[in-house]
């Protein structure tokens, strides 16, 4: 019985192995692409805000800061 749950175990680990790949990189575009479009995180402050709450504290984080206070003025002065 041992011998059968192997393929099955295999299919297994490499379906979770491909998933968490697909994560990672899914990650990175959406990260690289928050950090060089300033319309792209005025999308996402619309749509799914808690993403780019996430964004702003992780760069803050590595010493980055002013990112947040760049977008808010530009986004206050294009509705004016």
């Given at each position: 019985m041992a011998c059968t749950m192997e393929p099955l175990a295999k299919k297994i680990f490499k379906g979770v192995l491909v998933a968490e790949?697909?994560?990672i990189?899914?990650?990175?575009?959406l990260f690289n692409k928050?950090?060089?479009?300033q319309v792209f995180r005025q999308a996402m402050n619309k749509?799914?805000?808690?993403?780019?709450?996430?964004?702003y504290k992780s760069i803050e984080q590595s010493g980055m800061y002013g990112i947040r206070e760049q977008d808010?003025?530009?986004?206050?002065?294009s509705k004016n």
């Open positions: 790949l697909m994560g990189f899914g990650a990175y575009f928050m950090n060089t479009s749509k799914f805000p808690f993403i780019l709450e996430v964004y808010q003025e530009k986004w206050l002065n």
